[in-house]
């Protein structure tokens, strides 16, 4: 019999282990002044609550100020108060109706496991009905049931009034802590034109194939997976360079080029900008078709064909009044980029800019090649 393989002896090593990681959660991705902000939120929330529900009850009345079950919509309420489960008509409706739920099986089963389990049922039926599933809820339906209450006035107080207090802290402190509670429904989009792949048909599709209950509002869940998509679009535009998509066939001109030579170049490279270049091939300038245009005048001109093709005519003689050479029309103030220069960087410069074409220069900061709009236009297609 052969002795197994050292890959195989490994994984059966690790099969225990991975069976216990299987049952750990994932760590959560929140930061520790979150979780402060969460845990003195509970510590307020509960405080304010107990103190005014004492307040609020008659006096020699027995009832309890507080409820266990509170404490566990606390959890919801400050620790996630963008849930389903923690909107104040969840919280609100979903434990006093559970605490009712309790009772109506006392009633019919009498206290004990039974009732308790009933309880629950029913309590989750109810809060399905009427959207207010809320967890914490079904506590009290079994508290409920297990304790025997029987009057229904309970649910009134001192459940109703814990949950109303605390959905009231708890509106107060989010939002003066930065946590938009109750959470508002997003609009629906007026723009049709949007950075994403998926429509809100489909996620509503995928969302009643998956019918399951999730803890996340179906507008945080929208906004989360166009985050998501943003920034691994912005994630995959990162790893592509200027290098990676630039023209490296680059067609320049010197500063002494003749204005009708340089027009000749743009006219059969069919390109908008000439770099100008220095004897070591570094930039001294650019000249586009609009410094040709500015430069001739022929902007207003109703014959501006014309009147361009006699400007770009050369002058006889060794004096000229206008404009002969590159070096002459070309703009001096060049925006470049470097090679190694993620293309995600040149998104604002060609959209706040009216930048359309850029030098890319080496690290001796010679001309490399020029990167147009087209050029990352078709790398972000590429992306997609």
């Not at 069919?270 to 930039?283: M, N």
């Amino acid at each position: 019999m052969q002795a197994p393989t050292t890959a195989a002896a490994d994984a059966v090593r690790a099969r225990p282990a991975q069976r216990w990681h299987d049952w750990l959660p994932a760590p959560m991705p929140v930061d520790g002044a979150e979780r402060r902000r969460a845990g003195a939120g509970a510590l307020i929330g509960l405080l304010v609550t107990g103190l005014l529900a004492g307040i609020l009850l008659p006096p020699g009345d027995v009832t309890p100020w507080l409820v266990a079950p509170i404490g566990a919509s606390a959890v919801l309420v400050f620790c996630a108060p963008a849930s389903p489960f923690a909107h104040p008509w969840a919280v609100v409706a979903g434990n006093t109706l559970s605490a009712l739920a309790g009772i109506a099986c006392v009633h019919a089963l009498g206290a004990g496991p039974v009732a308790a389990a009933a309880a629950a049922s029913l309590a989750i039926m109810v809060m399905f009905t009427l959207r207010c599933l809320h967890p914490p809820g079904g506590a009290c339906a079994v508290l409920t049931a297990l304790g025997g209450v029987t009057d229904p006035h309970f649910a009134l107080v001192p459940v109703l009034l814990d949950s109303v207090l605390l959905v009231a802290t708890g509106m107060a402190y989010n939002n003066a802590t930065r946590r938009a509670y109750p959470q508002r429904a997003a609009l629906p989009a007026t723009e049709p034109a949007q950075r994403r792949s998926f429509t809100d048909a489909d996620l509503d599709a995928v969302l009643a194939r998956h019918n399951q209950v999730l803890d996340v509002s179906r507008e945080d869940l929208h906004t989360l997976l166009e985050e998501a998509q943003v920034q691994a679009w912005r994630r995959r535009a990162r790893q592509l360079r200027c290098s990676d998509v630039m023209s490296r066939e680059t067609v320049a001109v010197s500063f002494g080029t003749p204005v009708h030579e340089a027009w000749r170049l743009l006219r059969q490279h069919r390109v908008k900008a000439l770099p100008v270049l220095d004897r070591a091939r570094r930039i001294v300038g650019i000249v586009t078709l609009a410094d040709f245009m500015r430069e001739a005048g022929v902007d207003p001109h109703p014959r501006w064909a014309q009147r361009l093709r006699q400007w770009l005519r050369p002058s006889p003689g060794c004096h000229s009044e206008k404009p002969e050479a590159v070096g002459q029309i070309m703009t001096r103030q060049v925006r470049v980029v470097s090679a190694g220069r993620p293309i995600g960087d040149l998104l604002p410069l060609f959209a706040s800019t009216g930048h359309h074409h850029v030098p890319v220069i080496d690290a001796e900061r010679r001309l490399a090649g020029i990167i147009t709009q087209s050029d990352v236009v078709r790398a972000l297609a590429r992306l997609d």
